[in-house]
């Protein structure tokens, strides 16, 4: 018996466990890396709802001309907090308690490389949060010059106050906080993998973590010097960004990492699709390697395109960042055509996971599309700044990550909790969502072209763009109402959801080789790694009677209630 098949040793291991302490007191002091996972998670779920509720007032005001509900101060501190909540306080926490949780599992690892280190980025992401939330508690009011932080706006002169500052100091902690979040999971990757886990048998979530990693190692640091200069030009004399110095060098600062982090927001999303494609289209993931060095040149090619954004300042060459933001396209092409190969000819099985990665695949494809429109020079010259702009955002940005998210926690949810989330409820959620975000944000790709600005909180009724703002803001309500019915499925299928067993869908990759939920270990043992679907093998060599064929789900409540009833 190979190491990788007997009991799983070391630091944390089986024969190493430190009893943590019990209750609320255990989550508060906790360092393992599941638990610091489910804090990630939770807290980043919270500061969706509330970025969410934000955007239900802005669409609300905009349902109509004049101002009804707020003014438009009122108006630019949610636009600003929205902004700033959903990239720093969702997406990317998300993104890393997901990393937190499951890179180790995928691993066949006991824990992280530093568990220490890891909760204590949760705290600090978690008191940056606060800090900036802060600002809605000082006389000043809450930063109210958009997410992007754009001076000259910014500065003190424009936006003087203690709110602002928090916003400066809360996103600066964030940086932080992500850094070291990186600097941990690229460790556990290289330094902690199981006997045979080789770099090109790494599941592809992790692979897209690792790339993620980098991204946020390089980028990070650039918005925290773009956001250290700013808050010196604000409180110390400093010119770097005002009239003596040079705006613009704000906005090279800002979407050197601004683009780049698109990216670290989709790609682990991308990498959850991955492994639920495969899954429930019940054979393997078609072309591997191309999906891995997709994933690389996605990461590489976005450090080049940072300055389409800026096409208006005509500070910048038009033609390389053009053909360059084309370019990017190829290698997303690639995983594309690999998602639709693995399902062609698959059994395909419509659970709710798989359901929420083909809405994933079809509004990012419409994100990406409109991107291509805008990568070109004279189309963004006509279309910067309008609603068009808040479309296409929202399809890569929402598209992706929300409905990826979703997936990833349809799919994970027995593993993380030994229960099934309710599929009847599920399915339901999924379709309330899709066709509240087609109502809410495909009218905008018109409202743009009709010429309506982002960041307006109020409108003329001679416009015209009155009916299309109304159908959005009506999406909306869709939307919260499938969000609503996920939050009712997810805490009473916590403690009433069918029991999972350990693989309910005949998963492919190590988390699936311990019990629902994993011990404080995680491992007890470890299939034999010859590949990058190793459960899969296992399953396979024991027979044709477990052969691939993932294992139906346990009944829903409801089916369990009719069956009852029968």
């Given amino acids: ?274 492994e639920i494609v495969p899954v429930f289209s019940r054979k393997p993931l078609f072309g591997y390697k191309a999906f891995v060095f997709a994933t690389v040149l996605i990461g590489a090619y976005s450090f080049s395109v940072w300055a389409h954004h800026m096409f208006t300042t005509g500070a910048i060459a038009a033609l390389f960042f053009t053909i360059t933001s084309f370019l990017i396209a190829i290698p997303t092409g690639v995983k594309f055509f690999g998602w639709i190969a693995t399902m062609w000819r698959g059994r395909i099985w419509l659970a709710t996971p798989m359901l929420h990665c083909l809405g994933m695949m079809g509004m990012f494809l419409i994100g990406g599309i409109t991107g291509v429109f805008l990568a070109s020079a004279p189309i963004d010259y006509a279309l910067h700044d309008t609603y068009y702009v808040v479309a296409h955002m929202h399809y890569v940005l929402f598209g992706t990550g929300v409905f990826a998210m979703f997936a990833g926690v349809f799919y994970w949810f027995p593993k993380m909790t030994g229960r099934m989330l309710d599929e009847r409820l599920g399915a339901i959620q999924f379709w309330l969502v899709f066709i509240g975000f087609n109502l809410t944000f495909f009218p905008m790709h018109q409202l743009g072209i009709d010429g309506m600005p982002r960041r307006v909180g109020d409108y003329l009724a001679a416009t015209g763009w009155t009916d299309l703002n109304f159908v959005s803001t009506a999406g909306t309500a869709v939307i919260a109402l499938g969000v609503v019915i996920f939050l009712y499925n997810f805490v009473t299928s916590l403690s009433h959801g069918p029991l999972a067993g350990d693989d309910p869908w005949g998963g492919h990759t190590l988390e699936w080789a311990t019990s629902s939920p994993p011990p404080h270990h995680n491992f007890a043992r470890l299939p034999p790694i010859t590949s990058d679907r190793p459960v899969l093998d296992e399953r396979l060599a024991l027979g044709p009677r477990q052969g691939g064929e993932p294992i139906q789900p346990p009944a829903s409540r409801s089916q369990e209630g009719r069956r009852r009833r029968g």
Avoid: C
């Fill in 1 to 274: 018996m190979t190491a990788a098949q007997g009991d799983v040793r070391g630091r944390g291991g089986a024969g190493h466990v430190a009893r943590e302490p019990e209750g609320v007191v255990s989550w508060l002091t906790t360092t393992d890396h599941k638990k610091v996972g489910v804090l990630y998670m939770v807290t980043a779920f919270l500061f969706f709802l509330v970025a969410g509720a934000f955007s239900i007032l802005m669409r609300a005001e905009l349902a109509a001309p004049g101002l009804q509900l707020m003014d438009l101060g009122t108006y630019n501190e949610l636009f600003t907090m929205h902004g700033t909540a959903m990239i720093f306080f969702f997406a990317t926490p998300m993104v890393v308690g997901l990393a937190n949780y499951f890179v180790p599992l995928q691993l066949g690892a006991a824990d992280v490389a530093f568990p220490r280190l890891n909760a204590f980025t949760y705290w600090l992401f978690l008191f940056s949060a606060l800090i900036v939330f802060g600002g809605f508690f000082v006389a000043a009011g809450a930063a109210a010059f958009g997410w992007y932080g754009y001076p000259p706006l910014s500065t003190a002169t424009y936006s003087p106050g203690l709110g602002a500052d928090l916003w400066v100091m809360g996103l600066l902690l964030s940086g932080v906080a992500s850094i070291l979040g990186a600097v941990n999971l690229l460790a556990t990757i290289f330094a902690m993998r199981a006997p045979g886990l080789t770099m090109f048998r790494l599941p592809l979530f992790t692979w897209n973590i690792l790339v993620t990693s980098v991204l946020m190692l390089f980028t990070f640091p650039v918005i925290g010097a773009a956001l250290a200069m700013l808050f010196i030009d604000r409180n110390l004399g400093g010119s770097f960004f005002t009239a003596e110095g040079d705006p613009l060098v704000y906005q090279h600062l800002f979407w050197f990492f601004g683009h780049p982090e698109v990216y670290i927001i989709a790609l682990p999303f991308f990498g959850i699709v991955s």
